[in-house]
């Protein structure tokens, strides 16, 4: 190939890669503001706010938003993710059904920030409903426990159980999620080992108490456990919402008794005890894997507390 054919290929190749650039898509730059579209109280605690576009949900603040009329200025307790990434959900302290205004910003996801005022009729309509677990920590390779709230809870009155025992220590966001981690290296969850969780009472911010909850989580990288199941009976009737303990030596497990029947997690097939509670009356009876577990109960009360510590 002589100079003159290779100047004119390398002239063509540069040309080529000019017009290819030229003809590429142009950058998107975001230059629209989230706007605020529609405003609906839920109840006379929650408001859910509408977006033109998703938002950044890390940058949420209570502090961004005032709600008030010309007589008082209503408590934002929390601002948190809606049910999609353009909503955001405000709790607020008790409205009346009267015109409320409401001034705020938020970020979309570009960084760009929305200012906006709007108006709103407040709601007079009671919480009526309970607080439950919509995502939680289950199963293994985990080392902490983590639940999701369906709303913002009160955390102080928050109440659990961590057995076998450990010393853990509550860590919230926006007053719907919360981790909890071992407080210590020493109180670190031990492999070959079943943790159980178990939410015995919270309440949300209108005073609704949860059902009682449970999980179990293990630190272990493989896991094959074996299941003990069994039937608590009250005069040959089957009972729901009690709750089963299982021990050897020291209380492992906790479990809720639903239609009648509970289930534990254990790493072999010798006997244990089992407990099952109710109000009023109480059973107990040693169980295993290998056999049908039934637990009649009895009049007579015991004290959760004292069974578990």
């Known amino acids: 190939m002589n100079k003159k054919m290779a100047k004119y290929i390398i002239l063509i190749f540069i040309v080529v890669c000019f017009y290819c650039a030229h003809k590429g898509p142009p950058l998107y730059v975001d230059r629209i503001d989230p706007k605020i579209k529609k405003i609906t109280p839920i109840n006379n605690h929650q408001l859910m706010l509408f977006f033109s576009e998703d938002l950044d949900t890390l940058s949420y603040n209570s502090e961004n938003f005032v709600v008030y009329t010309e007589q008082e200025t209503l408590r934002i307790f929390v601002a948190c993710p809606g049910n999609n990434p353009d909503q955001l959900f405000l709790t607020t302290e008790k409205m009346n059904q009267i015109k409320y205004k409401i001034t705020g910003k938020v970020f979309d996801k570009s960084g760009r920030m929305g200012v906006f005022t709007s108006y709103f009729l407040g709601s007079s309509k009671p919480d009526t409903i309970a607080p439950w677990v919509i995502h939680y920590s289950r199963g293994y390779r985990l080392k902490k ?76 990288t493989t896991y094959n456990p074996l299941f003990i199941r069994g039937k608590a009976l009250l005069n040959d009737t089957t009972i729901n919402n009690g709750i089963a303990i299982i021990e050897r030596n020291k209380i492992l497990g906790i479990s809720t008794v639903k239609q009648g029947e509970f289930m534990f997690e254990v790493r072999d097939s010798l006997k244990y005890l089992v407990h099952i509670i109710i109000p009023d009356f109480y059973g107990a009876d040693s169980v295993s894997t290998s056999q049908i577990n039934e637990i009649k109960l009895n009049p007579g009360a015991i004290d959760f507390d004292s069974l578990i510590n």
């Open 145 to 220: 426990f983590d639940l999701e709230f369906s709303e913002p809870v009160d955390t102080l009155s928050f109440k659990y159980y961590v057995i076998p025992k450990k010393k853990m220590q509550a860590k919230w966001q926006y007053l719907t999620k919360v981790s909890l981690i071992p407080i210590t290296e020493v109180e670190s969850l031990n492999y070959d080992t079943t943790y159980y969780l178990y939410v015995k009472d919270i309440i949300d911010l209108s005073g609704n108490h949860i059902q009682h909850f449970v999980t179990s989580i293990t630190p272990d």
